[in-house]
């Protein structure tokens, strides 16, 4: 499985269309690959045209009219999926936004991936072990086959605003642990009760889908020992923001970053970064 479209998606929020230049400089100087990002429209004209005329110089955009009593932010979580979705031939990489990759061995754990197979990365994360949140995992980074997310989200070729606007509310509440699980589903709840992850975990449960078409990542198969591979050293998890400064002559222990939001208002932070990324594309171009 080679990944051939990165796909994200904004609302009119600053802290992450600040990661716009940044996420695209990085999946093109790593990985050759351009991003493909949903604009949800915020309705005030002079402020879309503004944020459409700045992402366009970096991302090949789609805009979004917001849909009525769904949260902006909600909207656009869920429309990556029909981005996702709409292009059927290629293998399509859902991504954060603010999740930005630094280092080329990140996508080589998808080699021998099947490429008509869903790709559930981040399984494993402690957070899904309990009761409420088990079968969930994170949606950065899942990957498939448009066609294969469309059987999954839209087996019934509906349109946009109809197919979002379908997801009120998936399985039954029995129980206080479904009850919490559909809850989750709910497009129309509020921000902090809705989760996308959720949803996606009760489409793939509906689906069609034979079990054997998902292929689950754990994070640490991206980890590599430098005395086992290629690479002048070993490579390690996420540079998180919480981790402090950063070093730069560590960047290159990591396979991705989340730092803090965003870019432009912690330029101190992020510097080491972006120089790192840059570097990547003078070799790209050499």
Known sequence: MNVQKVISCVNNNTDYIGFVPLASKAWKNLFNLDLTLGYIKSGDLNLDNSNIEFISDFADIHTFEPIENIDSGIQSKITRLFLASQASDTINMIVDIDMIPIHERMLEVLNKIDENN???????????????????????????????????????????KQL????????????????YRYNQTKVFNNFNIF????????????????????????RKDVYCDAQESNFPQNLYGRLDRNDGMVDKN?????????????????????????????????????
């Open 164 to 179: 979002l606007t379908s997801w009120d509310g998936l399985g039954e509440p029995k129980d206080p642990v479904s009850q």
């Open 118 to 160: 869903l790709v559930k990365w981040g399984f494993d994360h402690p957070v899904y072990y309990d009761e409420l949140n088990f079968g969930k995992w994170p949606m950065d980074k899942t990957t498939a086959k448009g066609s294969t997310f469309k059987e999954i989200i839209n087996p019934d070729n509906l349109q946009y």
């Open 195 to 218: 989760s996308d992850e959720a949803l996606l975990r009760e489409l793939c449960e509906r689906s069609s889908v034979d079990s054997d078409r998902y292929s689950y990542i754990k």
């Open 250 to 286: 560590n960047i290159s222990m990591y396979y991705e970053t989340h730092g803090p939001r965003s870019p432009l208002s912690n330029p101190d932070w992020w510097r080491p970064i972006e120089e790192y990324i840059q570097s990547f594309g003078k070799k790209l171009h050499e």
